[in-house]
């Protein structure tokens, strides 16, 4: 599971400070001076430019890859609700400049790492979702740097994913968590939201996942009744577990508390329902829900502390973009700051 740490970019220090832990962390996966130095480079560029136009909203996020889905690496992520670009294509050509909005440097910023994604929006294209008190104009960006150049991202050619856990805005202990293990011809996903927050809720949700990792070979609702059992010396948690079948190009998902699990891509998009209980607490009935995928799949869950209400037609284009960015755009704009949050999106191909 990745364990993101984040710089807020909102004064010209804060570029040295983020330069400084990513330093830390890339010495730590031994990245040669050189990778160190278009490391250096990147956070630079991309600090500048959040400094300069993100309105005190730019964010990086930054962590080791999970390599159970990516080479060994750093994934950057980097935030912000300001004026966005207009034209991204243009935005990352080299010797692109602007006076008024984000976007010059990143033509370096794209050559300094393996992958670099990307998604804008500008107020006058989005649509205020005053309803909600939110806006979803802003600039979302990932990058990878790996220790190997040029490593393929996803070692699973039918599953690509994308993944994004926080603690609470002001907490270090994550209470949130979860898992993606891949079989040979099934993968197991879950979430899981130990109850409440910092040093306890983290410690339920370790419990849940070994206790996953452990029974990960048996049906969904065993593996969810053990971690029942597992989280009865602790605070507790909720869940949502998915089980993909490649074979017969099914899912089956079993849910406890509150998370949201979404299917897009048929002409229907599927949405399945959680049942009320606690692990560890209260586990009164379980409900596994099967069905059918469709060739092209993108499965997104979350915890509770992604309000449900975001809707795929605020983002036109998102959908088709790397998964980490869907998760990276969702998280700024529906993450809740007083809760831990975690989203995940799959794009799946049978």
Known sequence: ??????????????????????????????FTERQMAEIDIAVKEVGSNAIKFGRSTGQIYFTETDTRLDPPG????????????????????????TTGSMGAGLGAVKRMVDEFYIYSTVPSSTRRLSMYGRTNHGTTIVLRKYLTEGAPHASNAQSCWGAFTRPQVGEESNGDGYIIKTFEDRQLIAII?????????????????????????????????????????T??????????????????????????FRVLGASKPLRFISL???????????????????????????????????????????????????????????????????????????
């Not at 409900?287 to 036109?316: C, H």
């Open 1 to 30: 599971m990745k364990s993101y740490e984040c710089v807020v970019l909102n004064e010209e220090a804060r570029i040295g400070q983020a330069r400084r832990a990513l330093r830390r962390c890339a010495a730590e996966l031994e």
């Open 74 to 97: 750093l994934e950057i992520i980097y935030v912000d609700k300001g004026p966005g670009i207009e034209d991204t294509a243009a935005a990352i050509e080299d010797g692109y400049t």
């Open 193 to 233: 939201d130990g109850l409440g927050h910092g040093e306890g809720a983290r410690a339920a949700t370790a419990a849940a996942i070994a206790s996953i990792e452990e029974n990960s070979g048996s049906s969904v609702e065993v593996i969810l009744r053990e971690a029942h059992e597992a989280l009865r010396s």
């Open 235 to 260: 605070r507790g948690a909720v869940m949502g577990l998915a089980l993909i079948d490649w074979t017969n190009r099914t899912v089956e998902y079993t849910g406890i508390g509150n998370t949201d």
């Open 276 to 350: 009320n209980g606690t692990l560890g607490s209260r586990l009164d009935r379980v409900k596994v829900f099967k069905e059918q995928l469709p060739r092209a799949a993108t499965m997104i869950l979350s915890t509770d502390g992604i309000s449900d209400r975001w809707d795929l037609d605020n983002y036109p284009g998102l959908l088709g973009l790397d998964p980490q960015l869907f998760c990276g755009v969702v998280m700024r704009d529906y993450g809740r700051p007083n809760d831990d949050a975690t989203i995940l999106c799959g794009r799946l191909t049978f």
